[in-house]
């Protein structure tokens, strides 16, 4: 597609279960990250993926929370045992890769998807 | 401590008339800085960016920004709105240190009245 993807929009679950929420970004770019907008607040920066590996794990806030790219495309961000505080909208961006890595940011060529809005129970 | 502040958090403003929205930043060295706009149903979309140079930069659809370093703010300015700029306004910051991880502000949301 012409944008970054990503599904589900919504998704209810309860405490204590385990979701995963999927990031689809622009074909070719390399660097792809997750960010998390609580009610009222900014997106917070979660993780930072250049290619496959994970670049910047530091705004993951504890180990409930884990993100894979096995291939270097699309992502996956998996929360374990949910908690209400989870509750946010969880927002993925991508933008031009390592080689531009600067040049991308310098640009401000951050594309973000619509989100995937969490609701725990 | 790092910290991104936009005091409004909700702003009026008859159509036609000018905005100014807030946004004043704590880093220990001048961050890159940004704005985005988030409408209803849409991704954040980049309206404009600073990074060195002139402290007046123009944005898209109509917006610009102005960098003063002795206040620390980069606030931004439309001189007539339209009704379709209601949204919510989040400006940005990237240190130089780090340049891909966005500090966001809390968010100000514009409504338009006719």
């Known amino acids: 597609g012409a944008g970054v993807s990503q599904t589900p929009s919504n998704k209810v679950t309860e405490k204590g279960k385990y979701v995963e929420l999927r990031c689809d970004p622009i074909s070719g770019h390399t660097a792809l990250y997750w960010y998390r907008q609580s009610l009222g607040q900014g997106p917070e920066f979660l993780i930072y993926f250049q290619g496959t590996g994970a670049a910047d794990d530091s705004g993951l806030p504890n180990d409930r929370f884990f993100a894979v790219r096995p291939e270097g495309s699309v992502s996956t961000l998996k929360i374990q045992r949910t908690e209400r505080g989870d509750s946010a909208v969880y927002l993925c961006a991508s933008s031009l890769g390592q080689g531009a890595r600067k040049a991308a940011i310098l640009t401000g060529e951050l594309f973000f998807g619509e989100g995937s809005r969490l609701t725990v129970l | 401590a790092q910290s991104v502040t936009q005091p409004d958090i909700h702003i009026t403003v008859s159509e036609g008339a000018s905005l100014e929205l807030r946004c004043n930043y704590s880093?220990?060295?001048?961050?890159?800085l940004f704005w985005y706009v988030q409408s209803p149903g849409q991704g954040l979309q980049l309206l404009l960016k600073?990074?060195?140079?002139?402290?007046l930069v123009q944005g898209i659809k109509g917006f610009e920004a102005e960098f003063k370093r002795s206040q620390s703010s980069f606030n931004l300015r439309k001189p007539s709105v339209h009704w379709s700029d209601a949204a919510e306004y989040f400006c940005?910051?990237?240190?130089?240190?780090?340049?891909?991880?966005?500090?966001f502000g809390a968010g100000t949301t514009v409504t338009v009245r006719a």
């Open positions: 600073y990074f060195s140079g002139d402290t």
């Open positions: 880093y220990g060295a001048t961050p890159y």
């Open positions: 940005a910051v990237a240190p130089r240190s780090n340049d891909y991880k966005l500090s």
